[in-house]
């Protein structure tokens, strides 16, 4: 691998190495067997998974976040493995009552009914925007695009911003998470990240639905 990085003019910096890598081992077809996720995760397009990622403009926090997510290493309770820990959700939803379904990755993001109206909101726009209908695994991995690189991107953004307010502000309630999105929306647009129609038809209608 040393000579090959080499002989490639790979730089010596771990990002620069890490992002070949990537590239090379999980982008780009070879004949090496896939780590555990990517070979239990049936109908994942990994190489349109990996591309969003790559592609987001985050910071470092969320970043992690998102490669923790396509990854199934966010610590939700299924996965924790302390002695007498309760691997049910547990989440109340706005009547009080209490979801007591083991608490996975795809339960926490997408299938629990007191997420339901976020993850079918998100869902929607990922059709209207996109043109095309995603599954639930399809959404979780961010293994969605279209010929519109333009329009991949920022929904992309959008999904995992979405699933970062969920997991780390524990917010439930769909107004609030996606009222969050458009401030993070706005803020990045004046401090120069985002050109600034880039998020203009996506912003208007989170601002009208919600």
């Not at 995760?41 to 969320?62: C, D, Y």
């Not at 399809?138 to 999904?159: R, Y």
């Amino acid at each position: 691998i040393l000579v090959e990085l080499k002989k490639m003019d790979v730089g010596s910096s771990s990002k620069e190495i890490y992002t070949y890598l990537l590239k090379k081992l999980v982008r780009d077809k070879t004949s090496l067997i896939p780590s555990r996720i990517e070979r239990r995760m049936q109908g994942v397009k990994w190489s349109k998974s990996f591309n969003n990622l790559h592609k987001l403009r985050f910071s470092p926090k969320e970043k992690e976040f998102a490669f923790m997510l396509i990854q199934d290493l966010i610590p939700v309770n299924a996965r924790l493995h302390r002695k007498n820990s309760d691997h049910r959700c547990l989440r109340n939803d706005f009547g009080g009552n209490q979801c007591l379904e083991i608490q996975d990755r795809m339960h926490f993001f997408i299938n629990c009914r007191v997420i339901h109206e976020t993850a079918a909101f998100l869902k929607h726009l990922l059709l209207v925007f996109l043109g095309k209908q995603f599954n639930r695994s399809e959404i979780l991995h961010l293994s969605f695009s279209v010929v519109n690189k333009k329009t991949t991107a920022p929904m992309a953004w959008v999904t995992v911003k979405c699933f970062f307010k969920m997991f780390h502000a524990k917010e439930i309630d769909r107004k609030v998470i996606f009222r969050e999105i458009i401030w993070d929306m706005d803020l990045y647009k004046d401090i120069g990240i985002f050109k600034v129609d880039e998020f203009k038809d996506l912003r208007a209608f989170i601002i009208e639905n919600v």
